[in-house]
């Protein structure tokens, strides 16, 4: 099938469900924002019973990982994310989530062939490129402080 750009776009636009960026924008910011908050506060009440602010988030991120992994586990964080879309994937929760989708689909296949290689196929590139980049800043803080 011979087309012109302008019959391939008419085409496109016709079979393309219609966006609804403005509705998609505001869940994903009502939910980040929710997510970010539920933080917030788990870090005011971990300062409330008296854990210092390093150790208060600590244990938000403990908490805010766990919750994340067992709403996966459960399946319902992948209705959250298909209803927040980037709102639920961008912070922690989300890289928690990327981590225990893999290892949880794949677990029949065994402890080290299955989870075990699949939290790594998430996690693997976030750790190399997250450990090169800080390798890299630390450089450049060295040579131009």
């Known amino acids: 099938m011979d087309m012109r750009n302008e019959e391939y776009a008419d085409l496109v636009q016709r079979l393309s ?16 924002g929710l997510i970010c908050l539920l933080g917030q506060g788990l870090l005011e009440l971990y300062s409330f019973w008296g854990a210092s602010d390093q150790d208060a988030g600590t244990w938000c991120s ?6 994340s992994a067992m709403l996966t ?17 961008v ?6 989530n990327a ?21 790594f196929t998430i996690a693997g590139p976030v750790l190399v490129f997250g450990s090169a ?13």
Not at 17 to 32: E, I, M
Not at 73 to 89: H, I
Not at 133 to 145: E, H, T
């Open 17 to 32: 469900p219609d966006s609804k960026l403005g509705a998609d924008v505001l869940r994903a910011f009502l939910v980040g």
């Open 99 to 119: 981590v225990a989708s893999p290892a949880i689909e794949f677990k029949t296949e065994g402890w080290v062939t299955g989870l075990a290689v699949k939290i």
């Open 73 to 89: 586990g459960l399946g319902w964080y992948d209705d959250l994310a298909k209803f927040a879309g980037a709102g639920s994937l």
């Open 133 to 145: 980049a800080s390798v890299i800043y630390g450089i450049l803080l060295c040579l131009f402080q």
């Open 91 to 96: 912070p922690i929760t989300g890289f928690a």
């Open 62 to 67: 403990i908490t805010l990982i766990f919750l």
